[in-house]
């Protein structure tokens, strides 16, 4: 199944996001207190919706759109969608990311 890849949000600067520090959006995926604070934000974000689209149907680390990268994962699963594995090291700067399929 072909998935059509949605574009990445236009950041309009009402980005619930644009004041927090990057680093709140790539806890630990076993951290669920920051999990949680990540997902608090988004919760308030007018771009939560093309922003867990775009993360969706791409391979990216972190939290996007109120979604962690396990949540998407089980969302893809359910929904049939391509599986988009992220392959991360430990340094969000270098993070590499690779599709499946
Ligand atoms: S949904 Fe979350 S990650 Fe996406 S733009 Fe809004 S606050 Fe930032």
């Known amino acids: 199944m072909s998935t059509v890849l949605v574009a990445f949000p236009e950041?309009?600067?009402?980005?619930?996001?644009?004041?927090?520090?990057?680093?709140l959006f790539f806890p630990n995926p076993s951290d669920a207190a920051g999990l949680a604070k990540a997902k608090a934000v988004c919760a308030t974000c007018p771009l939560l919706r093309p922003c867990a689209a775009y993360a969706l149907t791409h391979a990216?680390?972190?939290?996007?759109?109120?979604?962690?990268?396990?949540?998407?994962?089980?969302?893809?699963r359910r929904h049939g969608m391509?599986?988009?594995?992220?392959w991360s090291s430990p340094s969000a700067s270098t993070r590499q990311e690779e599709a499946t399929s």
């Open 11 to 23: 950041l309009d600067g009402t980005q619930a996001c644009r004041d927090s520090d990057p680093e």
């Open 60 to 76: 990216v680390a972190g939290v996007w759109g109120g979604t962690s990268e396990s949540d998407r994962q089980r969302l893809q």
């Open 82 to 86: 391509p599986q988009r594995v992220v």
